[in-house]
């Protein structure tokens, strides 16, 4: 299994910008598929991007499509989480997710980090 850690969490006003980073370790990151996925309190853990081995293919909830975006940077062993026009709902913990497949990372991760808090204020 890939070990990943999250950064670049934060708090920030509603309407406002963060980068979130997620470092994978080992030689094998191009093989995984990457995700994030967040938790808000009280409520259950929820996809919220993917993105194919290449990087070709990204996929989003659509609770984030056209705010979020989702990219990689095999040669650096990380993906990134662009999340722009924040709303206070999009407060939550944040985790990276890994997986063999596209499929198999927006359902059922091979790998978890440990989150990054994301909190916007109204």
């Known amino acids: 299994q890939v070990q990943l850690v999250e950064s670049g969490g934060g708090l920030v006003q509603a309407g406002g910008s963060l980068r979130l980073s997620c470092a994978a370790s080992?030689?094998?990151?191009?093989?995984?598929?990457m995700g994030w996925f967040r938790q808000a309190p009280g409520k259950e853990r929820e996809f919220v991007a993917a993105?194919?081995?290449?990087?070709?293919?990204?996929y989003y909830a659509n609770s984030v499509k056209g705010r979020f975006t989702i990219s990689r940077d095999n040669a650096k062993n990380t993906v990134y989480l662009q999340v722009n026009s924040l709303k206070f709902e999009d407060t939550a913990v944040y985790y990276c997710?890994?997986?063999?497949?596209?499929?198999?990372?927006?359902?059922?991760?091979?790998?978890w980090g440990q989150g990054t808090q994301v909190t916007v204020s109204s």
């Open positions: 997710a890994a997986s063999k497949s596209l499929v198999g990372v927006t359902t059922t991760p091979d790998s």
């Open positions: 080992g030689r094998t990151f191009s093989s995984y598929a």
């Open positions: 993105i194919s081995l290449s990087g070709a293919t990204t």
